[in-house]
T-cell receptor, first 116, second 118 residues
Framework: DQQVKQNSPSLSVQEGRISILNCDYTNSMFDYFLWYKKYPAEGPTFLIS?????DKNEDGRFTVFLNKSAKHLSLHIVPSQPGDSAVYFCAASSNAGGTSYGKLTFGQGTILTVHP | DAGVIQSPRHEVTEMGQEVTLRCKPI?????LFWYRQTMMRGLELLIYFNNNVPIDDSGMPEDRFSAKMPNASFSTLKIQPSEPRDSAVYFCASSRVLGGRHQGDEQYFGPGTRLTVT
C-alpha cells in the first residue's frame, strides 16, 4: 500500500519557467511533509518542509503548498534553473500514537529536467 | 561538521557472500534509518533505530538481512548470504528526534553504498 504517491515519473521544463511537482497521500494521520532533492551518485538532500497547520511555506525560489482536504501537496520552483535538474522526492511523517521517531514515508520520486 | 558517512561507497560481490555496510550518523542525532533504493521499488525504509534501539524492522525483506547499532556513532547492515536481487543503492540517514516525536528536524542522508551482487 503506497501511502505517498508521485504520479508523474518525469517532468521537463524550460529554464526560467515554473516547475510544479505534485504529491498525493492517503494517510490522514500525516502531519508533516518534506521535499528532498537527489542528484545522481549522491544521497537525497532536504529541500523544504511544511507542517499540517500551514498551507504554504516559501524558501527563495521554492514554495510548497499543502491542501489537506485533497491530501495533496505540490512543490513550485520559480524560476527553474538547469541546476535544479534532479530527482525530487516528497515524504511524510506522523506523530499519531505519540511517537514517530522521525520515520518518513517517501514517494517514488519525479525526475525533473530543466532545459537551458 | 561531517555529514552521515557510509562505507564502502561501492561493493561488488558474488552471490552467497556476506556483505556488511557501515554507517556513521551525524554526531548528536539519535535516530538512524537504513533505506534501499531500486528502480522498481523506489526508496524503501528497511529498519530504523532510536537511541540505538531497533524500533521497526518490518521493512527488512528477509532473514538474510540484519542490522545492528552497538553505539550512537555506528551502525551496520549485513546481508548473508547475498543474492543478485539485493543489488541496489543502500542509504543510511540520521535525524534528531526529541521525546519520540518529530520536531521538524529533517533526516540527513549519507552518499549511499552501491551494491552489486553477481
Amino acid at each position: 500500500d503506497q501511502q505517498v504517491k508521485q504520479n508523474s515519473p518525469s517532468l521537463s521544463v524550460q529554464e526560467g519557467r515554473i516547475s510544479i511537482l505534485n504529491c498525493d497521500y492517503t494517510n490522514s494521520m500525516f502531519d508533516y511533509f518534506l521535499w528532498y532533492k537527489k542528484y545522481p551518485a549522491e544521497g537525497p538532500t532536504f529541500l523544504i518542509s511544511i507542517s499540517s497547520i500551514k498551507d504554504k511555506n516559501e524558501d527563495g525560489r521554492f514554495t510548497v503548498f499543502l491542501n489537506k482536504s485533497a491530501k495533496h501537496l505540490s512543490l513550485h520552483i520559480v524560476p527553474s534553473q538547469p541546476g535544479d535538474s534532479a530527482v525530487y522526492f516528497c515524504a511524510a511523517s506522523s506523530n499519531a500514537g505519540g511517537t514517530s521517531y522521525g520515520k518518513l514515508t517517501f514517494g517514488q520520486g519525479t525526475i525533473l529536467t530543466v532545459h537551458p | 561538521d561531517a555529514g552521515v558517512i557510509q562505507s564502502p561507497r561501492h561493493e561488488v560481490t558474488e552471490m552467497g557472500q556476506e556483505v556488511t555496510l557501515r554507517c556513521k550518523p551525524i554526531s548528536g542525532h539519535n535516530s538512524l534509518f537504513w533505506y534501499r533504493q531500486t528502480m522498481m521499488r523506489g526508496l524503501e525504509l528497511l529498519i530504523y533505530f532510536n537511541n540505538n534501539v531497533p524500533i521497526d524492522d518490518s521493512g527488512m525483506p528477509e532473514d538474510r538481512f540484519s542490522a545492528k547499532m552497538p553505539n550512537a556513532s555506528f551502525s551496520t547492515l549485513k546481508i548473508q548470504p547475498s543474492e543478485p536481487r539485493d543489488s541496489a543503492v543502500y542509504f543510511c540517514a540520521s535525524s534528531r528526534v526529541l521525546g519520540g516525536r518529530h520536531q521538524g528536524d529533517e533526516q540527513y542522508f549519507g552518499p549511499g553504498t552501491r551494491l552489486t551482487v553477481t
